[in-house]
């Protein structure tokens, strides 16, 4: 097991299960949430990880389908964990990439890009990129699910 925290250690949450994949996503909800131009990511299943105390982590639900609750330290305000329910799969949660660097084992390469068309720069890389709401749906569902049935 590995906890992680936010980096005034308030808020901490345990990972114990493997990473499935991680993305970047540049979205506005993401920007808004990661205050960055995008995202990144590393998903887990919602059985994989545990908040240690509810009380440490407020959540903003910023969207209802798929429903996602973001959760920030309650001291800090800053981003710890994700709660996605997606249709017909099992709940997921992302965990910031930089709240992993010390545990590189979980920390993932990123795998695509999404809502590639909301980004505020252009991407020096060469990932995969989608554009728009369903496209990148589509394609995030498309790496999820042979992950979840590894
Ligand atoms: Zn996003
Ligand atoms: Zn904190």
């Known amino acids: 097991m590995t906890t992680i925290s936010c980096d005034c250690g308030h808020a901490k949450v345990d990972v114990l299960g493997k990473p ?3 993305i970047i996503c540049h979205c ?3 920007q808004s949430f990661y205050q960055a131009p995008e995202g990144d990511p590393v998903i887990f299943k919602a059985s994989a990880v545990k908040v240690q105390n509810d009380e440490t982590v407020s959540y903003r639900r910023l969207r209802k389908s798929p429903a996602v609750d973001r959760g920030v330290c309650v001291k800090c ?3 710890i964990v994700e ?8 709940d997921i949660v992302f965990i ?3 709240r992993l ?3 590189p084992e979980l920390l ?3 795998a ?3 809502f590639y068309d909301s980004r505020t720069e252009d991407a020096n890389d060469d990932l995969p990129r989608h554009e728009g709401y369903w496209q990148s749906q589509l394609a995030l569902t498309r790496r999820l699910i042979p992950a979840l049935l590894r």
Do not use: E, K
Not at 85 to 90: D, E, F, G, R, T
């Open 20 to 22: 499935l994949l991680r």
């Open 28 to 30: 506005t909800l993401c």
């Open 77 to 79: 305000s800053q981003p």
């Open 83 to 90: 709660f996605f329910a997606m249709p017909l799969l099992p």
């Open 96 to 98: 910031p990439g930089d």
């Open 101 to 103: 660097i010390n545990h």
């Open 108 to 110: 993932l390469d990123p």
């Open 112 to 114: 695509l890009r999404i």
